[in-house]
């Protein structure tokens, strides 16, 4: 099956840290750029972070510093380290393909059912 | 960074009927990269529209994308039963960041 399944979500207390991986199948994972997208509960989607096919990465402001985006090819994985985790951090994280037709940044064509991450005392 | 505003919030509509939603930019978004996803609740959303006017794989010919520079418009052309859910148009021409706009309910009336 071509799919993206996200793990490593759970409950963290305030400026903890949290590891989400996304392991990626069915396709072949060093030809895509990739993205997580949050979204907190009846809110729109937010883009946090994305990496390129020559590790190339970039953040939202509200996560730059305390987030790192990271790819390992050979396992077909891709990364979120969460670290000083904010209350404003909760949500659902998802592990997103992009469509490879405009270039880095472009559309999502592949989504991951999402991981929630609540970030509470 | 390039903020879209969508427009209705909510749109309550019949089956068979025709969906109009809109999606304006607060500046004008290069190369019209724009896209439009579905999603319903409990579930990642769905690419329907890339480059204002291409529809993704798989997609029905009843979705269609139009629009350039800061105003773009996705058309459901007769309402099925699945097609009540969430919109949301992207922007990835102005980057980084991408941009999400706030979303359209299309909900059965």
């Known amino acids: 099956d071509v799919q993206l399944v996200e793990s490593g979500g759970g409950l963290v207390q305030p400026g903890g840290s949290l590891r989400l991986s996304c392991a990626a199948s069915?396709?072949?994972?060093?030809?895509?750029?990739f993205h997580w997208v949050r979204q907190t509960a009846g809110k729109p989607l937010e883009w946090v972070s994305g990496?390129?096919?020559?590790?190339?990465?970039y953040y939202a402001d509200s996560v730059k510093g305390r987030f790192t985006i990271s790819r390992e090819d050979a396992k077909n994985s891709l990364y979120l380290q969460m670290n000083i985790l904010r209350a404003e951090d909760t949500a659902v994280y998802y592990c997103?393909?992009?469509?490879?037709?405009?270039?880095?940044?472009?559309?999502?064509?592949?989504w991951g059912q999402g991981t929630m991450v609540t970030v509470s005392s | 960074e390039v903020v879209l505003t969508q427009s209705p919030g909510t749109l309550s509509l019949s089956p068979g009927e025709r969906a109009t939603l809109s999606c304006r930019a607060s500046?004008?978004?290069?190369?019209?990269?724009l896209a439009w996803y579905q999603q319903k609740p409990g579930q990642a959303p769905r690419l329907l529209i890339y480059?204002?006017?291409s529809r993704a794989t798989g997609i029905p010919d009843r979705f269609s994308g139009s629009g350039s520079g800061t105003d773009f418009t996705l058309i459901i052309g007769r309402l099925e039963p699945e097609d009540f859910a969430v919109y949301y148009c992207?922007?990835?021409?102005?980057?980084?960041?991408?941009?999400f706009g706030g979303g359209t309910k299309v909900e059965i009336k």
């Open positions: 997103a393909r992009e469509i490879m037709v405009a270039g880095f940044f472009d559309a999502v064509d592949m």
């Open positions: 069915g396709f072949t994972f060093s030809n895509y750029d």
């Open positions: 990496i390129g096919r020559g590790l190339d990465t």
């Open positions: 500046q004008s978004v290069r190369s019209n990269y």
């Open positions: 480059g204002a006017s």
């Open positions: 992207q922007q990835y021409g102005n980057t980084p960041p991408v941009t």
